[in-house]
């Protein structure tokens, strides 16, 4: 298989898995509204301290900024180690392997989108929580809504993972 056909490949995969990823915040925004709609949320009435809110603010920023950290950081050409670049001398022939250091780069763009993606949808379940607890319609779409543009900001890209191909290349002094 050749290098940019398995690169298509990776990147479809990780198209999809963050297409999962956003499909949840969708759900968790159906599981909330069914469970307005059926009267299961019963929003204790000036009950719950004002420090809650800001609580789950505080983790949703928290969250919002380790992902796009997270996301960069392991995308960052610059800190692909060096057991990435294949031996001096080595052919590769067939599917890309270890030994070609694209199957290490297909895995850390794949990672770094999981990782960042999964902090994103931790976002949107911080708005269900709060949903479910407080019974605030507002904060629960604001988050819902943050975690889905965090999302969205960093589906992944072909350029994305060109760039990183290119910068690798350039490192190998190809």
């Given at each position: 298989?050749?290098e940019?056909?398995?690169?298509?490949?990776?990147?479809?995969?990780?198209?999809i898995?963050?297409?999962?990823?956003i499909?949840?915040?969708?759900?968790?925004?159906?599981?909330?509204?069914v469970?307005?709609?059926?009267?299961?949320?019963?929003p204790?009435?000036?009950?719950?301290?004002?420090?809650?809110?800001?609580?789950?603010?505080?983790?949703?920023?928290?969250?919002?900024i380790?992902?796009?950290?997270?996301?960069?950081?392991?995308?960052?050409?610059?800190?692909?180690p060096?057991?990435a670049?294949?031996?001096?001398?080595?052919?590769?022939?067939?599917?890309?392997g270890?030994?070609?250091g694209?199957?290490?780069?297909?895995?850390?763009?794949l990672?770094?989108?999981?990782v960042?993606?999964?902090?994103?949808?931790?976002?949107g379940?911080?708005?269900?929580?709060?949903?479910l607890?407080?019974?605030?319609?507002?904060?629960?779409?604001?988050?819902?809504?943050?975690?889905?543009?965090?999302?969205?900001?960093?589906?992944?890209?072909?350029?994305?993972?060109?760039n990183?191909?290119?910068?690798?290349?350039?490192?190998?002094?190809?």
């Amino acid at each position: 298989m050749e290098e940019n056909e398995f690169l298509r490949q990776r990147l479809r995969l990780t198209q999809i898995l963050a297409g999962a990823f956003i499909i949840s915040v969708l759900v968790y925004l159906g599981v909330g509204r069914v469970m307005l709609k059926m009267g299961a949320i019963d929003p204790p009435a000036g009950k719950v301290a004002p420090w809650f809110r800001i609580a789950f603010a505080c983790l949703s920023l928290a969250g919002v900024i380790m992902s796009l950290v997270m996301r960069r950081f392991l995308l960052d050409p610059e800190r692909i180690p060096k057991k990435a670049d294949p031996p001096p001398g080595a052919t590769v022939s067939g599917p890309p392997g270890p030994e070609s250091g694209i199957s290490f780069l297909a895995q850390r763009f794949l990672v770094a989108h999981v990782v960042s993606l999964a902090l994103a949808e931790a976002v949107g379940i911080y708005g269900l929580v709060l949903l479910l607890v407080t019974g605030d319609l507002w904060g629960f779409y604001a988050l819902l809504g943050l975690a889905l543009l965090v999302m969205l900001a960093q589906f992944p890209r072909a350029e994305t993972l060109e760039n990183l191909y290119r910068a690798f290349q350039t490192r190998k002094g190809i």
